[in-house]
């Protein structure tokens, strides 16, 4: 049975309290900072327990874990091993990046403040990712030296310096203009037997390109995939394992359970969406409401639905929708923390910060509103 180490700072009554290995008895022991468990008071806490363990190791008793990266990653990833398939893979890509600057089989007492410091002013000179992607290996970065300073890999925590540190860069989102929001739906309920044509320019020539006839009318998991995400704003994640059991139509509410917050939810519904629900639940009776294996096969039949209606150059993909969603439901009037919770956001920043953009055109209307 696994067994959870020791936290090395704790609250406890209201006080932050610090845990130390006793060098004399090699028995766990803990001590009253007498810092209120704040924010604020948590540096202080952990400098007051370095110096506690400067102490101990003057006296050359407290041995620390031994272990090389290789090993010490090895843990960390069975300690998050439960963790979503899509935070493990960001793991698996911080580790890659790591030892091609620091060896697999380099000592981690030996991992300080400079040598840290020196791996992220590398990754920061990469100009083969982008930005956020060091952002992101910086964060599981930050989060493995947490790691072995909890699992006493090393022996104290240090504060890396901000200016080495890469920032996120927040990419203004890309929504649906209101006429290819439109076509999207329309063309869901084509008629049978007609085709799409496209104009594309070949060699300075223009000619028309043929394509099969793109019915959507008779494929309702298709169809009830994309009016899903119109409407709710939630992941393709979130909805791709929803069954028939899930959805209640008599309240309108979907039960689903994300991945990427390991919890259920129950959301209500729209209710334009409750015909293209119950004719889908009447075809499939039980069980799961869709037919795709993964979220990549969601994504490569929209971008061949895009292609088909000549709106492929507009940079839309799955993601679209969920920004979408959220500057409607701004638009539409309703507040922030009522959009952030429809979408599953647990920080109210995230949808403040990287979604919302209101039109031109609302914001007109809610100048015009002052007298």
Same mark, same amino acid.
């Given at each position: 049975?696994?067994?959870?180490?020791?936290?090395?700072?704790?609250?406890?009554?209201?006080?932050?309290?610090?845990?130390?290995?006793?060098?004399?008895?090699?028995?766990?022991?803990?001590?009253?900072t007498?810092?209120?468990? &704040?924010?604020?008071?948590?540096r202080?806490?952990?400098?007051?327990?370095?110096?506690?363990?400067?102490?101990?190791?003057?006296?050359e008793?407290?041995?620390?874990?031994?272990?090389?990266?290789?090993?010490?990653?090895?843990?960390?990833?069975?300690?998050?091993?439960?963790?979503?398939?899509?935070?493990?893979?960001?793991?698996?890509?911080?580790?890659?990046?790591?030892?091609q600057?620091?060896?697999? #089989?380099?000592?981690?007492?030996?991992?300080?403040?400079?040598?840290?410091?020196?791996?992220?002013?590398?990754?920061?000179?990469?100009?083969?990712?982008?930005?956020?992607?060091?952002?992101?290996?910086?964060?599981n970065f930050?989060?493995?030296?947490?790691?072995?300073?909890?699992?006493?890999?090393?022996?104290?925590?240090?504060?890396?310096?901000?200016?080495?540190?890469?920032?996120?860069?927040?990419?203004?989102?890309?929504?649906?203009? #209101?006429?290819?929001?439109?076509?999207?739906?329309?063309?869901?309920?084509?008629?049978?037997?007609?085709?799409?044509?496209?104009?594309?320019?070949?060699?300075?020539?223009?000619?028309?390109?043929?394509?099969?006839?793109?019915v959507?009318?008779?494929?309702?998991?298709?169809?009830t995939?994309?009016m899903?995400?119109?409407?709710?704003?939630?992941?393709?994640s #979130?909805?791709?394992?929803?069954?028939?059991?899930?959805?209640?139509?008599?309240?309108?509410?979907?039960?689903?359970?994300?991945?990427?917050?390991d919890?259920?939810?129950v959301r209500?519904?729209?209710?334009?969406?409750? #015909?293209?629900?119950?004719?889908?639940?009447?075809?499939v009776?039980?069980?799961?409401i869709?037919?795709?294996?993964?979220?990549?096969?969601?994504?490569?039949?929209?971008?061949?639905?895009?292609?088909a209606?000549?709106?492929?150059?507009?940079?839309?993909?799955?993601?679209?929708?969920?920004?979408?969603?959220?500057?409607?439901?701004?638009?539409?009037?309703?507040?922030?923390?009522?959009t952030?919770?429809l979408?599953?956001?647990?920080?109210?920043?995230?949808?403040?910060?990287?979604? &919302?953009?209101?039109s031109?055109?609302?914001?007109?209307t809610?100048?015009?509103?002052?007298?």
């Amino acid at each position: 049975m696994r067994t959870k180490a020791p936290k090395l700072i704790y609250p406890n009554g209201g006080f932050w309290y610090i845990r130390y290995k006793d060098p004399t008895s090699l028995k766990w022991k803990a001590v009253s900072t007498r810092l209120k468990a &704040t924010t604020r008071n948590m540096r202080r806490a952990q400098e007051m327990r370095t110096k506690i363990m400067e102490e101990i190791q003057s006296i050359e008793v407290l041995r620390y874990r031994e272990g090389d990266i290789e090993s010490a990653f090895k843990r960390f990833r069975e300690v998050n091993s439960t963790k979503s398939v899509k935070t493990r893979e960001t793991y698996e890509v911080f580790h890659d990046y790591l030892i091609q600057k620091i060896a697999p #089989d380099f000592p981690c007492n030996k991992l300080d403040k400079e040598n840290s410091e020196s791996f992220l002013l590398w990754l920061n000179k990469l100009d083969n990712i982008s930005q956020n992607t060091k952002y992101g290996i910086q964060k599981n970065f930050l989060k493995f030296l947490k790691f072995l300073f909890e699992y006493e890999y090393i022996p104290r925590m240090f504060i890396i310096n901000k200016d080495v540190k890469t920032r996120a860069k927040v990419i203004e989102p890309l929504i649906f203009s #209101d006429e290819d929001r439109q076509i999207i739906i329309d063309a869901l309920t084509e008629n049978k037997g007609s085709s799409i044509l496209k104009t594309r320019r070949k060699e300075g020539k223009e000619y028309k390109k043929k394509r099969r006839p793109f019915v959507y009318v008779k494929n309702s998991n298709f169809r009830t995939m994309i009016m899903l995400l119109l409407y709710t704003g939630l992941r393709p994640s #979130d909805i791709i394992d929803v069954t028939v059991e899930h959805i209640d139509l008599n309240k309108m509410e979907i039960k689903y359970y994300s991945s990427k917050t390991d919890k259920w939810f129950v959301r209500p519904l729209h209710s334009i969406l409750k #015909d293209v629900l119950e004719q889908r639940i009447n075809e499939v009776g039980t069980g799961k409401i869709f037919e795709y294996g993964d979220v990549k096969n969601i994504g490569k039949a929209f971008q061949r639905y895009l292609e088909a209606l000549g709106l492929d150059n507009k940079g839309y993909t799955l993601r679209t929708f969920r920004k979408d969603f959220i500057t409607r439901s701004q638009e539409a009037g309703l507040s922030i923390s009522t959009t952030a919770m429809l979408v599953g956001h647990s920080n109210i920043k995230t949808t403040m910060t990287y979604y &919302t953009k209101l039109s031109s055109q609302h914001l007109k209307t809610e100048l015009a509103k002052l007298k």
